[in-house]
């Protein structure tokens, strides 16, 4: 009965429109191409009816992270379901940044004492993360408390730091509340019977918080908790609980002023492995993050904003340097707390045990650029079907506009648009998070001697030189008036122009097949072309040149604080060779991996279709839609949507205007790369395009967009059959290696004797490589909480790593409780393992 009932429910709308139909496999090809299934369909699901759903074969995949301990054992019970793990997925609390401690007061008068850095870091301590973590999720959690991430390189990289910060900010509510009732009275406000009053327009009044919690997962129940305890400080507090849909409007797009809101849940989702996380603080905490009120009216301090810049383009000059650089950063986004991190999830990705799909570490299915090339159905483990249709849930989809400039960047959307319906220039590897080439074919990376750069791979070469010019004829920038690139000559003899930007600590060389024109094709059938890569430069990232200047007639204020952020550490870029193409970037801006620096330089368009863009602009500069949310707003028109809604007939009406026109975007630049015959073949192509499929969103991944169903919640994606790599490419990643960590010594110490802690370090139960391990480093935390050492294990043999604390060690700790903290970290996969040992040192 119950699974009629979800039948009824969930799958209804695809009843009727005939999606749900048995598996049948095709007849077996000889190579196939592409992806292994013949259509996939994204359905929303809420979270509590996935695993049911899976149960009752309803559904194959789920791309949400599950959190509940009791459906995780029902997964694992289950014979007919297997799940992903995934770690990427963290939740914290964001503050409205709106006011200053002079003037800390929304639009309206009201008081946000948010405004006060010292109030928001004084949250840290108000809150118990342990208490959440076991309570609110129920145990499938770890503490968080920074916004780099705790299962990530850089987390074990300055681990005594993260820890030393961890004990310092640990659960202490009277040392909030003292803080929390300093800073109120301060501000001016006052305590009347015990609530908080703020004099608006010569009235005292209750001061009230907004806290806004999201439905879909134990959000709410933080929610409750915060409400619980603002509530205890002696604040008034409304509580709303939304959907991501609804939140939205409150927390994300808003002018803060407003005040719709002082206290968000957020979550987040890493959808890769992050091996370089220096951008991180950049993100978070600067007007750089991304071009939304919510960023755009944050403060950070100028030591604070300084570093962040720093970090986020790789200013440095070796690991020493970085480290300092970070550490401070730690330190800095702790008093900053305009978001408070809560925890850590440990979620997974549940699926039928038929189907297989390459999951990544940290976004698991969803956040995996590989899902789609991989998802297949199997006779038995290892041995792919060919065809068939997979249904995937997740719990919101087509929650805002999809447009490649500034379109939606929910990973409800993102999941779909950005990973089986578009290609890229390399791929990350799911369980290391280094790049491997997929587009292109090869790399070369020329790096300023002494800059901390390694290199795992061949299918690129690395070299230090003393110097690295830009060559004259490099783009360097924009004029939006011209509507043409700048070279550095040009710059050159400008005045202030600055002689630093004619050389770069980075050159990196992108090598496409000698094939690629004839290749790769987008959804529509035409071939890509080098306008395509050319327009991508001038609309699309990482630049957005074009949005972001004043001069231009689709100028966007939204755009330049990441435009400003670019140009700190952009030096040029170069068509080196048209066929084959061969693209030079130079950069200031260094990633500790050179597989990683390649990525952000390979500038395929991937969905920056030009004809698309062309049109888009077109009616941007006509006023009648945006590509940004904000600007959208700011005009009064859509924000711009490619595959439904009233922005259409509008797109629709521009692309008869082109076809007539013959109309070419940017035609000082573009025209010399844009042969007459490949406009008017692109064009026919889109109208052809638009009358079948009925919309406007054409990429070139191994999926295309069949059909989008925004009332019903259904995104519809067939097979692409012109995707130009064999299906088998990818689905050799299985199951990651994680290491499993367990640290064995004696449990009594007497000062001044030597102890000895053996660590084993296995993954399904056989011994770990010792050449497969990249460190061990151990934290030795003393009886009153300090970190008293910190060093690196000693290999023993494969399996076995061992700690010595010598005796002149031991007999300067206090006596009592002590702890041994190791932290593994693997070269096969970017997760760390920890385990700790407590002992009891005695005099």
Same mark, same amino acid.
């Given at each position: 009965?119950?699974?009629?009932?979800?039948?009824?429910?969930?799958?209804?709308?695809?009843?009727?429109?005939?999606?749900?139909?048995?598996?049948?496999?095709?007849?077996?090809?000889?190579v196939?191409?592409?992806?292994?299934?013949?259509?996939?369909?994204?359905?929303?699901?809420?979270?509590?009816?996935?695993?049911?759903?899976?149960?009752?074969?309803?559904?194959?995949?789920?791309?949400?992270?599950?959190?509940?301990?009791?459906?995780?054992?029902?997964?694992?019970?289950?014979?007919?379901?297997?799940?992903?793990?995934?770690? %990427?997925?963290?939740?914290?609390?964001?503050?409205?940044?709106?006011?200053?401690?002079?003037?800390?007061?929304?639009?309206?008068?009201?008081?946000?004492?948010?405004?006060?850095p /010292?109030?928001r870091?004084?949250?840290?301590?108000?809150?118990?993360?342990?208490?959440?973590a076991?309570?609110?999720?129920k145990?499938?959690?770890i503490?968080?408390?920074?916004?780099i991430?705790?299962?990530?390189?850089?987390?074990? /990289?300055?681990?005594?730091?993260?820890?030393?910060l961890?004990?310092?900010?640990?659960?202490?509510? #009277?040392?909030?509340?003292?803080?929390?009732?300093? @800073?109120?009275?301060?501000?001016?406000?006052?305590?009347?019977?015990?609530?908080?009053?703020?004099?608006i327009?010569?009235?005292l009044?209750?001061?009230?918080?907004?806290?806004?919690? /999201?439905?879909?997962?134990?959000?709410?129940?933080?929610?409750h908790?915060?409400?619980?305890?603002?509530?205890?400080?002696?604040?008034?507090?409304k509580?709303?609980?939304?959907?991501?849909?609804?939140?939205?409007?409150?927390?994300?797009?808003?002018?803060q002023?407003?005040?719709?809101m002082?206290?968000?849940?957020?979550?987040?989702?890493?959808?890769?492995?992050d091996?370089?996380?220096?951008?991180?603080f950049?993100?978070?905490?600067?007007?750089?993050?991304?071009?939304?009120?919510?960023? &755009?009216?944050?403060?950070?301090?100028?030591?604070?904003?300084?570093?962040?810049?720093?970090?986020g383009?790789g200013?440095?000059?070796?690991?020493?340097?970085?480290?300092?650089?970070?550490?401070?950063?730690?330190?800095l986004? $702790?008093?900053?707390?305009?978001?408070?991190?809560?925890?850590?999830?440990?979620?997974?990705?549940?699926?039928?045990?038929?189907?297989?799909?390459?999951?990544?570490?940290?976004?698991?299915?969803? %956040?995996?650029?590989?899902?789609?090339?991989?998802a297949?159905?199997?006779?038995?483990?290892?041995?792919?079907?060919?065809?068939?249709?997979?249904i995937?849930?997740?719990p919101?989809?087509?929650?805002?506009?999809?447009?490649?400039?500034?379109?939606?960047?929910?990973?409800?959307?993102?999941?779909?648009?950005?990973?089986?319906?578009?290609?890229w220039?390399?791929?990350?590897?799911?369980?290391?998070?280094?790049?491997?080439p997929?587009?292109?074919?090869?790399?070369?990376?020329?790096?300023? @001697?002494?800059?901390?750069?390694?290199?795992?791979?061949?299918?690129?070469?690395?070299?230090?030189?003393?110097?690295?010019?830009?060559?004259?004829?490099?783009?360097?920038?924009?004029?939006a008036?011209?509507?043409?690139?700048?070279?550095?000559?040009?710059?050159?003899?400008?005045?202030?122009?600055?002689?630093?930007?004619?050389?770069?600590?980075?050159?990196?060389?992108?090598?496409?097949?000698?094939?690629l024109?004839?290749?790769?094709?987008?959804?529509?059938?035409?071939?890509?072309?080098?306008?395509?890569?050319?327009?991508?430069?001038? $609309?699309?990232?990482?630049?957005?040149?074009?949005?972001a200047?004043?001069e231009?007639?689709?100028?966007?204020?939204?755009?330049v604080?990441?435009? !400003?952020?670019?140009?700190?550490h952009?030096?040029?870029?170069?068509?080196?060779?048209?066929?084959?193409?061969?693209i030079?970037?130079?950069?200031?801006?260094? @990633?500790?991996?050179?597989?990683?620096?390649?990525?952000?330089?390979?500038?395929?368009?991937?969905?920056?279709?030009?004809?698309?863009?062309?049109?888009?602009?077109?009616?941007?500069?006509?006023?009648?839609?945006?590509?940004?949310? #904000?600007?959208?707003g700011?005009?009064?028109?859509?924000?711009?949507?490619?595959?439904?809604?009233p922005?259409?007939?509008?797109?629709?009406?521009?692309?008869?205007?082109?076809?007539?026109t013959?109309?070419?975007?940017? #035609?000082?630049?573009?025209?010399?790369?844009?042969?007459?015959?490949?406009?008017?073949a692109?064009?026919?192509?889109?109208?052809?395009?638009?009358?079948?499929?009925?919309?406007?969103?054409?990429? !070139?991944?191994?999926?295309?967009?069949?059909?989008?169903?925004?009332?019903?919640e259904?995104?519809h994606?067939?097979?692409f059959?012109?995707?130009?790599?064999?299906?088998?490419r990818?689905?050799?990643?299985?199951?990651?290696?994680?290491?499993?960590?367990?640290?064995?010594?004696?449990?009594?110490?007497?000062?001044?004797?030597?102890a000895?802690?053996?660590?084993?370090?296995?993954?399904?139960?056989?011994?770990?490589r010792?050449?497969?391990?990249?460190?061990?480093?151990?934290?030795l935390?003393?009886a009153v909480g300090?970190?008293?050492?910190?060093?690196?294990?000693?290999?023993?043999?494969?399996?076995?790593w061992?700690?010595?604390?010598?005796? @002149?060690?031991?007999?300067?700790?206090?006596?009592?409780?002590?702890?041994?903290?190791?932290?593994?970290?693997?070269?096969?996969?970017?997760?760390?393992?920890?385990?700790?040992?407590?002992?009891?040192? &005695?005099?």
């Amino acid at each position: 009965m119950k699974s009629k009932k979800l039948t009824l429910i969930g799958l209804s709308i695809l009843l009727t429109l005939g999606l749900i139909v048995g598996f049948s496999a095709l007849a077996e090809e000889e190579v196939r191409y592409g992806a292994w299934v013949d259509e996939i369909v994204g359905i929303k699901v809420p979270v509590p009816m996935a695993v049911p759903m899976i149960a009752a074969e309803e559904l194959h995949m789920f791309l949400f992270s599950i959190l509940d301990p009791v459906v995780y054992a029902t997964v694992v019970a289950d014979p007919d379901m297997e799940y992903e793990r995934l770690f %990427g997925v963290f939740m914290e609390l964001t503050f409205n940044p709106a006011g200053t401690p002079e003037n800390p007061t929304f639009a309206d008068g009201r008081l946000n004492p948010f405004a006060v850095p /010292r109030i928001r870091e004084a949250m840290n301590w108000l809150i118990d993360r342990d208490y959440i973590a076991e309570e609110l999720w129920k145990g499938m959690a770890i503490p968080r408390f920074f916004p780099i991430h705790p299962a990530f390189p850089d987390y074990a /990289r300055y681990i005594a730091t993260a820890r030393r910060l961890e004990i310092y900010y640990a659960h202490n509510p #009277a040392k909030a509340r003292e803080i929390i009732f300093y @800073e109120m009275e301060k501000l001016g406000a006052q305590m009347i019977d015990g609530i908080w009053h703020w004099e608006i327009e010569g009235e005292l009044k209750p001061v009230e918080i907004i806290v806004l919690g /999201r439905i879909e997962d134990a959000r709410r129940y933080l929610a409750h908790y915060m409400t619980r305890h603002m509530e205890a400080l002696g604040f008034k507090v409304k509580e709303l609980i939304k959907t991501a849909a609804h939140a939205a409007p409150l927390w994300l797009h808003p002018d803060q002023y407003k005040g719709l809101m002082h206290i968000y849940t957020g979550g987040w989702i890493a959808t890769i492995i992050d091996r370089d996380q220096g951008t991180v603080f950049d993100f978070f905490y600067t007007p750089r993050g991304i071009p939304l009120p919510l960023w &755009l009216q944050t403060k950070p301090t100028p030591e604070f904003d300084e570093l962040a810049l720093r970090l986020g383009k790789g200013d440095f000059a070796d690991l020493a340097e970085r480290e300092k650089m970070f550490e401070r950063a730690l330190e800095l986004a $702790m008093e900053d707390s305009h978001r408070v991190w809560v925890v850590n999830t440990l979620g997974i990705n549940p699926r039928r045990a038929d189907i297989a799909v390459a999951a990544d570490l940290a976004g698991g299915i969803a %956040g995996s650029f590989l899902w789609g090339l991989t998802a297949r159905f199997e006779y038995e483990p290892g041995v792919p079907k060919v065809g068939g249709r997979a249904i995937v849930g997740i719990p919101d989809i087509l929650v805002d506009p999809w447009n490649p400039i500034a379109g939606s960047a929910w990973i409800f959307d993102v999941a779909f648009s950005a990973r089986p319906m578009t290609d890229w220039g390399t791929l990350p590897d799911p369980f290391t998070g280094l790049h491997h080439p997929q587009r292109i074919e090869r790399a070369a990376v020329y790096v300023r @001697e002494g800059l901390p750069v390694g290199i795992t791979h061949d299918w690129l070469t690395l070299e230090f030189v003393p110097e690295i010019k830009v060559p004259a004829d490099a783009w360097v920038d924009w004029d939006a008036t011209k509507q043409r690139f700048i070279t550095l000559a040009e710059a050159a003899v400008k005045e202030g122009w600055d002689p630093a930007r004619a050389v770069a600590d980075v050159k990196v060389r992108i090598y496409y097949p000698d094939n690629l024109f004839d290749v790769v094709k987008w959804h529509d059938g035409s071939p890509i072309s080098i306008a395509d890569f050319v327009v991508s430069m001038i $609309m699309g990232a990482p630049g957005h040149f074009d949005r972001a200047k004043e001069e231009s007639p689709i100028f966007d204020a939204a755009a330049v604080p990441a435009f !400003t952020a670019f140009m700190e550490h952009f030096r040029g870029v170069r068509i080196v060779s048209e066929d084959p193409l061969i693209i030079e970037s130079f950069t200031n801006m260094i @990633e500790l991996d050179a597989e990683v620096i390649v990525s952000g330089w390979t500038w395929f368009p991937g969905d920056n279709f030009w004809p698309g863009l062309a049109i888009g602009k077109l009616a941007e500069m006509d006023k009648e839609l945006a590509f940004g949310k #904000a600007k959208a707003g700011l005009l009064g028109v859509e924000w711009m949507n490619l595959i439904a809604g009233p922005t259409l007939p509008i797109l629709e009406r521009h692309l008869a205007y082109a076809i007539e026109t013959g109309f070419i975007p940017y #035609a000082p630049t573009l025209a010399q790369f844009l042969p007459a015959e490949e406009v008017a073949a692109r064009y026919a192509a889109l109208k052809r395009w638009f009358a079948e499929r009925g919309h406007f969103f054409v990429s !070139t991944g191994p999926f295309y967009l069949y059909a989008a169903h925004p009332i019903e919640e259904i995104v519809h994606m067939r097979r692409f059959p012109y995707f130009p790599d064999p299906a088998e490419r990818w689905i050799g990643f299985v199951k990651p290696m994680i290491a499993e960590v367990d640290v064995v010594g004696p449990t009594v110490v007497i000062a001044g004797a030597e102890a000895v802690f053996d660590i084993e370090v296995t993954f399904l139960g056989e011994p770990y490589r010792v050449a497969d391990v990249d460190f061990v480093t151990y934290l030795l935390i003393d009886a009153v909480g300090e970190i008293v050492h910190v060093g690196y294990a000693v290999a023993v043999r494969d399996g076995l790593w061992q700690v010595v604390l010598p005796g @002149e060690l031991t007999a300067g700790l206090v006596v009592g409780s002590t702890r041994l903290e190791v932290a593994v970290s693997s070269l096969l996969v970017a997760i760390p393992t920890f385990d700790a040992a407590t002992f009891i040192l &005695l005099p």
